[in-house]
């Protein structure tokens, strides 16, 4: 059978990967960030490949003969990777993207390119913000000795011991519109940060600053390597069957 390689670590790259099993030899890959993991049931490796020589290697080793980027739209390094080592291994690369977030036009978002940039917005302006950013830009607040953080992530982790006063939630999406209006009344946030991430999972904390008046600052998107873009997954799973017919 036809082995495909899937770089995972969202909930879509599950979905996909369960889609094109019993078609397809599927290895899904997690780069190790989250401790419990959500899994397709299908071959599993874990850990970095080792840039780009190491995944064109890894390809070319393990006799992959597609690899389908189900990353998250802020993982930048890696779908940057996937596109320069399938175009060295002469393997076809499928990249799908969830489609980002619309910026509402009744509440303009204070636009950020970077967590950096986002802290700069925040410094002297908030009192009490939700950074539900993730832990992996968390260092970028730290200078914001002043600033009250909740701060929410799938795993517990001691990271955001880096920020002066703050309160960590662990909990994993989805989440509903009335539970993240109360979270963000009862901890009396006065901002929201946020990335583009875009789906349904996490929408919900968008919809609830907009109808309670607090103001989102949105970390915008990373560009796009150029190439094949697949926004939906039965479009991209049709696009690779029919590849391989
Ligand atoms: P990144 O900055 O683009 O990648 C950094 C390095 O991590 C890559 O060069 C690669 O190491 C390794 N890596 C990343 N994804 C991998 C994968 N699926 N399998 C094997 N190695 C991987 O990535 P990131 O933003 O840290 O994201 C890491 C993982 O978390 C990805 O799977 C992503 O889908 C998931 N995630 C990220 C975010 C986010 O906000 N960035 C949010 C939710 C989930 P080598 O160069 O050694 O190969």
Redesign the pocket.
């Known amino acids: 059978m036809t082995t495909i390689l899937m770089?995972?670590?969202?909930a879509e790259?599950v979905t996909f990967a369960r889609c094109l099993a019993g078609k397809f030899d599927v290895i899904y890959?997690?780069?190790?960030?989250?401790r419990t993991p959500t899994l397709p049931d299908c071959a599993l490796?874990?850990?970095?490949?080792?840039?780009?020589d190491?995944?064109m290697s890894y390809v070319r080793e393990t006799g992959i003969s597609a690899i389908v980027d189900?990353?998250?739209?802020?993982?930048?390094?890696?779908?940057?990777?996937a596109r320069a080592a399938a175009a060295l291994a002469g393997v076809p690369l499928f990249k799908f993207l969830r489609p980002a977030w619309d910026e509402p036009s009744d509440a303009p978002w204070l636009h950020a390119a970077t967590a950096s940039d986002a802290a700069r917005i925040i410094d002297g302006r908030f009192g009490r913000v939700f950074l539900s950013?993730?832990l992996?830009d968390i260092a970028a607040f730290a200078p914001l000795s002043t600033i009250w953080f909740l701060v929410r992530s799938v795993d517990p982790s001691n990271v955001p011991a880096v920020l002066a006063q703050h309160h960590h939630l662990t909990s994993r999406g989805p989440f509903d519109l009335a539970a993240e209006t109360a979270l963000l009344s009862d901890w009396h946030i006065d901002a929201l940060v946020s990335?583009n991430?875009g789906g349904q999972a996490t929408i919900a904390k968008l919809h609830a600053a907009r109808a309670l008046g607090i103001p989102v600052v949105m970390i915008d998107r990373p560009p796009v390597p150029p190439g094949n873009l697949y926004t939906d997954i039965a479009t991209a799973r049709h696009a690779i069957r029919r590849f391989f017919q």
């Open positions: 770089l995972g670590g969202t790259a890959s997690l780069a190790g960030r989250t490796r874990v850990g970095g490949f080792g840039g780009v190491g995944l189900v990353t998250h739209p802020f993982a930048a390094q890696m779908a940057a990777n950013s993730g992996g990335k991430s």
